[in-house]
T-cell receptor, first 113, second 111 residues
Framework: SAVISQKPSRDICQRGTSLTIQCQVDSQVTMMFWYRQQPGQSLTLIATANQGSEATYESGFVIDKFPISRPNLTFSTLTVSNMSPEDSSIYLC??????????FGPGTRLTVT | KQEVTQIPAALSVPEGENLVLNCSFTDSAIYNLQWFRQDPGKGLTSLLLIQSSQREQTSGRLNASLDKSSGRSTLYIAASQPGDSATYLCAVGGGGNKLTFGTGTQLKVEL
């Protein structure tokens, strides 16, 4: 199974600023995803990070707010832009192994004040 | 649109009890179903993956079953221990590489 690390593990940010979250995987993976877990809620898929091309966003999420980079098969970043208190969530990086088992990183707990 | 529901939302049991967590989904056209465990403030740990062609999977004290036609899965935990206390999430894999998550069951196993 893939081992996933995320940085930072947590952060407290001011309204209007941006935060970039890093995700590193210990092996090359084809499929990499970013999820959000709002307080008391389950997980919602933000986007699929595609290596060498633009990310594929789910309904309700846009590139201007959540730009994603994926320069290679082991690394991705998610930026939360122009933050508001509603962006306070846990953000999780995830990868898909074969056959279709999915693994998650430890998450980044973001608080926006 | 796939919807996943988990019942109960919370459960408290004494140590040693066998228990069943339930997951139901509205669209039976799934590729797989995965059970996860989430400890407070932490990420998700994969417990069991059931492919759409399978009926059940077992790992240690855990057994998960899948009935696609009725849109249901159960996670059976035998001889529960305090270390099993966590939130258990069911996630259904469908088209477009997407996992749809349930709302979770918060389990507390008491000494």
């Amino acid at each position: 199974s893939a081992v996933i690390s995320q940085k930072p593990s947590r952060d407290i940010c001011q309204r209007g600023t941006s935060l970039t979250i890093q995700c590193q995987v210990d092996s090359q993976v084809t499929m990499m995803f970013w999820y959000r877990q709002q307080p008391g809620q389950s997980l919602t898929l933000i986007a699929t990070a595609n290596q060498g091309s633009e990310a594929t966003y789910e309904s309700g999420f846009v590139i201007d707010k959540f730009p994603i980079s994926r320069p290679n098969l082991t690394f991705s970043t998610l930026t939360v832009s122009n933050m508001s208190p509603e962006d306070s969530s846990i953000y999780l990086c995830s990868v898909r192994d074969s056959p279709y088992e999915q693994y998650f990183g430890p998450g980044t707990r973001l608080t926006v004040t | 649109k796939q919807e996943v529901t988990q019942i109960p939302a919370a459960l408290s049991v004494p140590e040693g009890e066998n228990l069943v967590l339930n997951c139901s989904f509205t669209d039976s056209a799934i590729y797989n179903l995965q059970w996860f465990r989430q400890d407070p403030g932490k990420g998700l740990t994969s417990l069991l993956l059931i492919q759409s062609s399978q009926r059940e999977q077992t790992s240690g004290r855990l057994n998960a079953s899948l009935d696609k036609s009725s849109g249901r899965s159960t996670l059976y935990i035998a001889a529960s221990q305090p270390g099993d206390s966590a939130t258990y999430l069911c996630a259904v894999g469908g088209g477009g590489n997407k996992l749809t998550f349930g709302t979770g069951t918060q389990l507390k196993v008491e000494l």
